[in-house]
């Protein structure tokens, strides 16, 4: 049959032709509307960015008329108020010291400015005779507005490795709650991430007695709590005599590095505070700057037993606050913790508009929800951490951060040194304790649990410091010493069945203590287990979830422990975990290890303002540490985090890292280093 290209066929050619026209014509138009809605968010990102570098700009000026304002408006009070005084009724004579105040606001220029010291700053707050430190405008190490992919806003989420049980300031006692703490409250002075100096961040001068006595501070004429009340110097008295010094308050572990630093807080005006100190420490300065600060019309509601019941009671000035705060709902395990920049902050505002902290308690899971992008940054396991540095599908899609700083602290086995409901653990006895070390591996144990990553730790000071002593070195394995220790402590296998027995035959049994949730942490507990059989121990596991644990340390309900201690500042005072003080209140020294020269050396050492003479006196005590062993040290470990690649601005820092300075960006390349 002869194929014909009818009307009918025409029709249709047409038809397709048409409806493909059309089609070209919608992506056509599709791809200009693509263009221009492509080009309108180019737009905004770069007027966000404008914005927050202007923002950055006047800052600065912002704080100076802000302190302007500020002074101005005190020296109007103060002459309103000599002014009522010249006119009462009946008014006793001026005192000497008001007449010279008036004289001096006369001479001022207006009678209102503020006597100007030779840098052109008002000083008339400052004692006479003791230099003026004044601090620079708060900035960011690392400013994130400098990057050309920078984009502000978004939301951090951060995994932790275990659930947190409060959030409540001085309450709360783990590094987690620390975390938060330091990114929600504020202090007069903070560590420079880089030089671990301090620097003004709620104060904006201060001045130290030479004798060390006392410490006067000012603080910033814009410095706000989080709900836009100024902080007052009458803020800093009420936190500190009113709260953490308050015995009915669950305080006890700042209470122990306190009360024998700071004796009163003064307010000399709104914006003026002075400290006066005990005696000459070298950590008084550092201590009075570092306290948190708390809003005193917001804690002075509540009676101690709220306090101490609080779980999400947090309130402060830092960079960040919790979001839709309420104390009649606050924030109670296991719920994520969730923050927001705090607008009302003076100093370098968070490029993320929030930050997110979720718990997962178990390694894998943890790691998997990282995989999964339910999370932007987590610390691995030292074997997760190898392993995705060498997984091909891995190791260039995240950045992997590996460092020491000063946080990095160490890890180790807590022997209960004291009494256990009423009677003595074995490891009373210094013999035992050293045998203990001597029949752990931990050479070993890092190479099996921690797949290398570490080294043996040899005491409390950071390796390499000046407070190290360079002549100790971690106690070897050997079980042959330490069964002869043993057997000195009248520990060893009398009937042949291989279990240790002392004289009245009772074998030597323990338990061991320790977090659950964590491979680690089982990992710890067998290897500690099969050492102590080969010795001829019996142990018997006894893992808790974290807010459990913390309770076995407090009320001493242990025989032994694994932890890691990690500090807060670049130089730690040992008083708070070595002292037999603070064996009393539920202290630090969980262990109850009492020894007097220990003391000695610590009360001596605190008092030394000579760096070089303190660091002498650290090495001696670090010697007693060894020989006693209240602890068995077992590993200096590196910081690990592995961060998402859209995260920008990621740097490590002598202090740790900063989370303000992260910004979320899909073009963001891995930084290391500083």
Known sequence: MQNKFGL????????VIGIGLLVLLAIFQEDRRWDSVRSLDTRIREQERLLSRLEGATQENAEAVAQAVQEIAERLDELAMLSARLSADGAAPLSEEERARIEALRQQPGSTQPRASAGGRDESWARPGAKVQWQPTLVYAND???????????????????????????ISSDVYARRIQELTLGSLGIYDPVTLKMRGQVAEAWQVDPEGMWMRARIRANARFSDGVPITAEDIRWTFHDYVMNEQIEAERSRSTLRDSIERVEVIDPRTVEFHFTQRLFLNVDNALGLFILPKHVYSQFTAAQ????????????????????????????????????????????????????????????????????????TPAATQFVSMTQDPQWKDRAQYLKWVNMRSG???????????????????????????????????????IWRGVGEVAKGNMPLGTAGANPDIRPWPFDPERARQLFKEAGWEDRNGNGVLEDAAGNEFEFEFSYASGGEISEKIARFVVDSCAAAGIRVRLRPADWSVYQDYMKTRDFDAITLGWGASAPESDPKQIFHSDS?????????????????????????????????????????????????????????LRIVGQEIGNVHTYPKGIEHPEFFRSAGAAPMRGN
């Not at 009918?8 to 038809?15: H, I, R, S, Y």
């Not at 402060?316 to 902050?345: C, I």
């Not at 304790?433 to 099996?448: F, L, Q, S």
């Open 8 to 15: 009918k066929d025409f029709v249709l050619l047409v038809l």
């Open 144 to 170: 994130p507005r400098s990057q050309p992919n920078f984009t502000p806003g978004g939301e951090l989420t951060e995994i932790y490795e275990a659930q947190l049980s409060r959030l409540t300031p001085y």
């Open 307 to 378: 306090i101490n019941r609080a779980t999400g009671l947090l309130v402060g000035s830092g960079p960040f606050k919790l979001k839709d705060f309420d104390p009649d709902r606050q924030w109670t395990p296991p719920a994520d913790v969730v923050m927001e920049r705090n607008e009302q902050y003076w100093g370098p505002k968070p490029a993320m508009a929030g930050l997110r902290i979720k718990a997962i308690n178990d390694e894998i899971p943890r790691l998997n929800a990282f995989k999964k992008g339910e999370g932007d940054i987590i």
């Open 410 to 448: 160490y890890s180790f086995i807590c022997w209960n040194c004291g009494e256990r409901n009423g009677k003595l653990t074995p490891f009373h006895d210094v013999r035992v304790r050293r045998a203990m070390t001597h029949i752990i591996d931990r050479e070993k144990m890092i190479r099996d």
């Open 583 to 639: 064996i009393r209140n539920q202290g630090d020294n969980f262990a109850q290890w009492a020894n007097a020269e220990a003391d000695r050396l610590i009360d001596e050492g605190r008092r030394e303002m000579d760096d070089d003479k303190r660091a002498a006196i650290w090495r001696q005590l670090e010697r007693v540490l060894h020989e006693e062993g209240p602890y068995t040290f077992v590993r200096v470990p590196p910081w």
